[in-house]
């Protein structure tokens, strides 16, 4: 039996990879550091993009079961929370192939590690984490560290799904200046029952709400009981600690935006967490490649993104269709097919990085720009808006 390709990293990209290239008819073996699977995190919005590879995968009916469908995104001022556009997300599945959807971390998670555990083509081991790897005419020999010890494994290839901070990228590109660089925000994120937060905040909705020098993203989850949060906060680099793991009460938090003037019920919601995780918010320089021969890069492992279009999972879903259509279309060696995934993937990737950052900049607008900011998405309403982003979606 020919060796696998191995994908560092069990999380959505990596699964999504392992999926892809099993459709491809590609033998993938998962491998995942942590002992146990389990996601990070609380909500994850996946745009049609995303959602029309899921499906080709084969998930819809269970991400069907898995997610919520909102039916609508309200951009509003966070002054006072008049809402400057409402974004119709009704006829989206018509208008893009998929709708726009809504899952707890664990439970996208949990859809496509089950999908990879009953695929023949694809196999998932915890507790291996891989280390150093070298080339070889048969693909890629490398040294996998398990809690029995070091193994070695020959693969067809290796893929480096494994997240901001990848060990995969670190080896493949050891140089000081390619290390995470502090983005100037901080993302405070919590999971809040939801009637704890006030009435009008509670429905099947997605919420923007625009501050200066700061955004607050909420939007229901499951069956609506729960209220993903995420409050996003410009702060210096010196008040910041990568392996941080702060929080803070919501009164606490909420304190912070004191200067800014925030709407009360935006003060109601923040206040009903009781514990705020602390979570700074990181870059990595773009890359002018990320393929050396049998060996490649995928999701944050590749191009890490703010989250500022939610695009971050949905880019790595993509990186994965790319990686299975690429032997698909070519049936071509490991070295190959991850050449032309790149060659395919790379632009549209860093297009969405670069738009992601000025996402940011424009939620986060003061004074007289952000009085034309607000003007200008009243101006376009909803149906302006959504074009304004059609270029992530569309086929």
Not at 96 to 107: E, I, N, S, V
Not at 264 to 293: N, V
Request: glycine share 10%; with cysteine; aromatic share 6%.
């Amino acid at each position: 039996m020919s060796a696998p390709i191995i994908i560092a990293g069990a999380g959505i990209g990596g699964l999504a990879a392992a999926l892809s290239l099993a459709r491809a008819g590609k033998r993938a073996l998962v491998l995942e550091r942590a002992t146990r699977i389990e996601e990070v995190g609380a909500g994850l919005q996946i745009a049609p993009n995303a959602g029309r590879i899921l499906a080709k995968l084969g998930l819809e009916p269970a991400l069907a079961a898995a997610a919520l469908e909102p039916s609508a995104i309200n951009i509003r001022r966070g002054r006072d929370g008049a809402v400057l556009a409402r974004l119709d997300l009704s006829d989206a599945r018509s208008r893009w192939g998929a709708p726009f959807r809504l899952f707890h971390r664990a439970d996208l998670q949990g859809v496509l590690l089950q999908a990879a555990l009953e695929n023949p083509h694809t196999h998932v081991r915890a507790g291996a984490r891989v280390g150093d790897f070298e080339a070889n005419p048969r693909g890629v020999r490398m040294r996998v560290h398990t809690q029995e010890g070091v193994e070695e494994i020959e693969a067809a290839g290796l893929i480096g799904a494994d997240g901001l901070r990848s060990s995969v990228r670190g080896h493949l590109l050891p140089f000081e200046r390619d290390a995470p660089v502090y983005s100037g925000c901080v993302a405070w994120r919590a999971t809040l029952p939801a009637d704890r937060v006030p009435a009008a905040l509670r429905g099947r909705e997605s919420n923007l709400w625009l501050m200066p020098g700061a955004h607050v993203v909420h939007y229901p989850l499951r069956d609506a009981s729960l209220i993903n949060a995420v409050v996003i906060i410009e702060e210096p680099p010196e008040a910041e600690d990568a392996h941080s793991s702060l929080s803070l009460a919501g009164g606490e938090l909420a304190r912070r935006f004191t200067p800014r003037r925030i709407a009360p019920e935006m003060r109601e919601l923040i206040e009903a967490g009781d514990s705020w995780r602390h979570w700074p918010l990181f870059a990595r320089p773009a890359l002018k490649q990320w393929t050396r021969g049998p060996v490649t890069l995928l999701g944050d492992a590749a191009h890490p993104m703010v989250p500022f279009l939610a695009q971050g999972a949905a880019q790595a879903i993509e990186d994965a269709d790319a990686l299975g259509e690429a032997f698909l279309r070519l049936g071509a060696t490991v070295d190959a097919a991850f050449a032309a995934y790149e060659g395919v993937r790379i632009s549209r990737a860093e297009q969405v990085v670069r738009a992601s950052r000025r996402q940011g900049a424009y939620f986060h607008l003061s004074g007289l720009p952000a009085v034309a900011r607000d003007l200008a998405i009243r101006a376009l309403g909803g149906p302006g808006m959504l074009k304004r982003n059609a270029w992530l979606y569309r086929a």
